[in-house]
């Protein structure tokens, strides 16, 4: 996991939330995504401005938080409840960046591709998860091992998207048609 790539995210956002699980562990993010981080020196505004060289007027410009780790959120590396999905291997672009579609419990979800980043080429799986009062999450886990969680958005889920994705759907089912038909002349 790249924290250079966290730091980039929190910056970007203009927030670096920080939630203490344990004296050894850590978690890092934005607020919609957050990382572990452990074996970490205290990650204090001091800390996170010298580490993700935030210039004077950024570092006014930003927020930081500390706060208990969220008992909403399941850290454990195993749930009972957890459904492992499978990101789609396109991604989507919106006006505000880039999205890559999961296809959950609840239909398409989707998941700013940034915050896969942080990940580069690891191996990691994603998995569905609900917290009590039925909010969906997404636990990314290297190994058999929580390394973030990322909230689940409700952006784009709506009857344009829907349509949208539709027609698009029609026109690549009549590329196919056309590529088939070529190759059986052939």
Known sequence: MNLDKIFSICKAAKRFV????????QWIGDGIATYIVT????LTPEYLTASASLKPHEVENTIFKNSDFPEMLEAADKS??????????????????EYTPVFTS????????????PFGKEEYELYER??????????????????????????????????????????????????????EEE
């Open 106 to 117: 609840e239909g398409v979800r989707f998941i700013k591709t940034i915050y896969l980043k």
């Open 18 to 25: 920080v939630f203490k699980q344990n004296p050894k562990t």
């Open 130 to 183: 609900h917290t009590d009062d039925g909010k969906m999450y997404f636990v990314i886990k290297i190994g058999m091992f929580v390394n973030a969680f990322i909230m689940a958005q409700s952006n784009y889920l709506d009857t344009e998207t829907v349509t949208h994705f539709e027609k698009l759907y029609k026109r690549m089912e009549y590329a196919r048609s056309i590529l088939e038909q070529k190759i």
């Open 80 to 97: 009972d409840s957890e459904i492992f999905i499978v990101p789609s291997e396109i991604s989507i672009n919106f006006f505000d960046g």
């Open 39 to 42: 074996h970490s020196p205290k």
